[in-house]
């Protein structure tokens, strides 16, 4: 079974900038959705972004459109999320997860990625954004 692993959290003034990785094995990384998600405390896990291996199709949260992007390395078998202009309110642990490409169509998830619908889900990363 395919295995991710999370990295590049940390503590960040408001303004600021990180950049997660999300380094996969165990399956062939070309043919998936890779999914950032988040989640704060009390509150439910969230997509954050999602990006198609096979065809490099995005999906962006309205509030982090024009200020995270993501990206992959096929060659790597890595999906990256470049989070800049950091706010507060993008406190959360930060996971990756995946779904099967054909079945990430048929769900939609370049729409709307459920985290119910996906799996193989990496450990999570701490995002801290202060004032």
């Known amino acids: 079974e395919g295995q991710l692993v999370e990295s590049g959290g940390g503590l960040v003034q408001a303004g600021g900038s990180l950049r997660l990785s999300c380094a996969a094995s165990g399956f062939t990384f070309g043919d998936y959705a890779i999914g950032w998600f988040r989640q704060a405390p009390g509150k439910r896990r969230e997509g954050v972004s999602c990006?198609?291996?096979?065809?490099?199709?995005?999906y962006y949260k309205e509030s982090v459109k024009g200020r995270f992007t993501i990206s992959s390395d096929n060659a790597k078998n890595t999906v990256y999320l470049q989070m800049n202009s950091l706010k507060l309110e993008d406190t959360a642990v930060y996971y990756c997860a995946a779904l099967a490409w054909a079945t990430a169509q048929a769900l939609g998830a370049m729409i709307f990625p459920d985290p119910d619908d996906f799996g193989s889900w990496g450990q999570g990363t701490q995002v801290t954004v202060s004032s």
């Open positions: 990006i198609s291996t096979s065809d490099g199709s995005t």
